[in-house]
């Protein structure tokens, strides 16, 4: 982090005046295709959605729209079900986020070892991205296989005289919360894993000899150096994850479609009923603009905090 | 007792300990995929059969043969590599020069900028559903694989840039003045200088956008219609018919699906372990 | 380099695009889309197609395949963007909220346009006075039993009766071997266990859950009854576990392996079981009836329903394709190969001559009547979420049966006006 500061006050120090005006639309230039598809593919259809969300009768009516202001909102704000959701959404997320973090963090370590062999590095390295290459679909179909009362995961756990009788995994209201976000978490780490693996890349092996020539052990090595370096890519996967894990669908809807009795109903399944089950669609759209703040709330805080982290 | 043999006795124990927290964790992953793996070759009965067996005789190649054998299903892997290839491509691409700009300038509205960036993904793609497909119809787009790539940039986008953003951030930039020195434009900086240094983290943001692109479902069965457009989720899922699923094809596409993107991340994991780092460059 | 290889994909790109395009421009070409054609054997939907085609110069078919679980979304969706094809395949659980969006065609107007004559029509899916749906083929559910459970439980017949029901599935239950008496899928994900495993058992009893087309579940004996039963085979534990997340597709694999000895279920499971498990002894007999009842009983189905969209511009031709899959040859054809009664009352499909088990289903079908109140009611599928979400709270008995049903009643009220 010393470096880029020094580097910030020797540019900020340069003579730049014939620079100026280029220094000003470079910048630009370099977004440009990036605002444009941002612009044209998502503001205007979250714009769209914002519209709809104010009115009453869209999509699936014949009748015109009628505009209602923040009905909607009213009705949403104040609908049990929604905050039920809401909750369920805040746990699913903040422990899928805080167990990625640790189990990504955890393979990379082991992955970067240098205690083992290239070979068998590389070996465990694709074991562990197994979990990554396949479709929601298949991963939700696979864990309905292995948590059915007579699937496996029952088996060993009979087996070993873990369990005496046949658990119902996904179908009970205690465990089926815990289920599907432990499923949530088994297919979710590897995208950590890889980035904190390329992340370790980066750590210069100078820091840790002269964290060892100053008598740190492993343990602070990894307090002092490897975690403040991985700082800033901690957060910001921290945050994406939060994100993406809050608009997670596919997973829920297909190991119990937010049952039994909306034990595992999310912000995702709640706005899909809404839209697609009840048509309500109107009402769908203010979820989603609710669902938008809370992503930007949290949004603002990255973006603080990166400006921090710069000056 | 002298201080080396301590010291080794000392990294043994490491080493095993390593050893066991690798095994144990790659049966953490691999075991559910094992059983994915298993019963793609078992009968569909059988995949249900309790107690369960991890292969049994009802042991066949027919679910592969099946897939193999049904240009519709080529079909679907030769849209989905094509869609992912492109994705990742266009995304590296245009998330570096992003990247780029984060990084190394300061300009007016780039908080706004970052604040935008972040929050076009924070909308639940499910209500983005039916606005998205009406731009795209009326862009010209529908059923088209364009309808496909861009969309999906606009999902990869976002991490590609924060992501190249950071790892730009931890490049020094006495780099980017030695080459404005010797006389160097900005762009001369940044694929001549950063984007060889950074490789280990544009693959890393490569294999994301790829996984994603390959595994989307819910645009690609929107913003496509007909057969020959299909991807390879939407294949598995028009497995899952009223009646009854195809189990064993599902898990047999599923594993024909992810071989190949395990065979690219076998090739693209020495830029990880290359020591291209930023850190060797800094020494 | 890298530009070299964009420019090769991008080259790709265009040829695919444009080759995709290529299409002949002076037929009409009618969309048809429908999630029939993968549920079929490989190629057989395409030929009834070929034929339409060889009958119809001019026409021709272009089948849009989809998943069954997005076929609805995808409706919705289509006719609010103006891309609906011209012809869809239809469940009767959605054609109110289709009709109410205005995407479907009134085919009341087109049959009397076409002077097609109706009478062979065995039924009609109506909605203010006009048709929207006709079902193509139907899917009866009856209950299926394993015979070899049931004779080693020591039972000769089939139950008939909802009591006999209740003690054969109390006596096929062992959980050491891992078998229970019945099966009951409750997931949330596809809600139609409601309609298919727990209203039929009203709708057999020749009940009703509606009352003058009004949710009609607070004190209505016959509703109350049909869940009491459930509750007490629930709580006499004769109901395969995991029944709050199961589907129909779960239900069949139970069956199949032999840890059911009884499921309602769609008569399409027919062929899918001696196909996945030849040794399985299996028969197939009416939903029981609650004890006493003696009228005719009510057939839980679900059908492949077929309507044209409004914003077609071949609404005439669709139509010409809705009447030839109707027509006696065609519709014989169609149910032999998907396995299900067809919906010409004069088509007779192959395996009701050549299958003892498919001859039973078809007097089960010819004594009884189809029933299935949730068709054309609005929101269909939502109901049965609403009606499952405090059922399950009921059977789990963290809920009275009064509260149950009241809470039900109250959310189906939303959505009726």
Redesign the interface.
Known sequence: MEHSHTARVSIGAKPRSRWSLTRKLVPYAYLSPTILLLIVLSLIPIATVFVYSLLDNVIITRNPPSFIGLGNYVEIFFDNHFRQALTNTLVFSGVSVLAHLLLGLSFALLLNSKLIGAVPKALFRVIYILPWVFTASIIAILWRLLLNPNGVVNFLLITLGLANDQIEWLSSRQLALPAVTFINIWSGYPFYMVSFLAGLQGISDDLYEAGKIDGANSGQLFRYITLPQLKPIIISLAMLDFIWTTHQFTLIWMTTGGGPTRTTEMLSTFTYKLAFSSNEFAQASATAMIILAISMFVAVFYVRNQRLAND | MTKATTHSAG?GI??SL??V??VL??L???L??L??FA?SFK???R??????QLIDDSFSLAAYSTVLT?PEQLRYFFNSY?VS??VT?FTL???I??G???S??D?RF??L???????????????????????I?TLGL?????ALI??Y??FT???A???MT??F??L???L??AVMIDGGS?FTILWRVLVPISL??I??VG??TF?LA??E??FA??LT?????RT???G??????????E?NQ??AM?VL??LP??LL??LF?RY????M????I?? | MNKKLVGILLLVVALLVSGGNLMAQDDIVLEFSQWWEPELPAGEFRALMDEFEAQNPGIKVELISGPYSATRDLIVAGAATGTMSDVVGLDGAWVNDFVKQGSLASLTQLMSDAAFDDSELAAQIQLGGATYMIPVVNFVYPVFVNLDLLNAAGIETAPSTRSEFAAAAAALTNAENNVSGWVLPLSMEQPNGIQNDVMSWVWASGGSMLANGQPNLVGNADVISAVEFIKGMYDAGVIAPGAFSLREQDKVEEFTNGRVGMMISSLAHINLIRERNPELNFAISALPAADGYEGPRGLPYASWGIGVAQNSEHQAEAWKLVAFLMSAETNSRLSSIANAFPGNVKSTPDFVQTDELFAAAFDVFLNGYLANEFTGLPVAEQLMREFNEPFQLYLDGEMELEEFLTIAQEAWLGNFE
Do not use: C
């Open positions: 990294k490491a080493t390593t050893v927290g690798l964790g790659a953490f992953a691999g559910p995929v059983w994915l019963a009968s569909n009965t995949i249900f059969a309790y107690p369960p049904n094509l290839i492109l491509l691409l245009v998330g020069l992003a780029y700009s984060f190394r300038y300009f780039k908080n900028l970052n604040l935008i960036i972040i929050g076009v993904q924070s909308v639940p793609p499910i209500t983005l559903m039916i606005p998205y497909f009406g731009l119809v529908y059923n088209s694989y364009w861009l969309t940039m606009v986008l976002p991490y840039i924060i992501m950071g790892y951030n931890t020094p930039r006495e980017d003045e900005s280990p983290g693959v890393s294999v994301y996984m390959w595994n479902f819910l069965l929107t219609k007909t057969n020959d457009m390879v989720p939407i598995i899922q028009l497995l899952m018919g009223q009646h009854s699923f189990w599902m898990m599923s699906g992810s993107v395990l991340f076998l994991q990880f372990i290359a020591g780092s930023a850190g060797s800094k020494g």
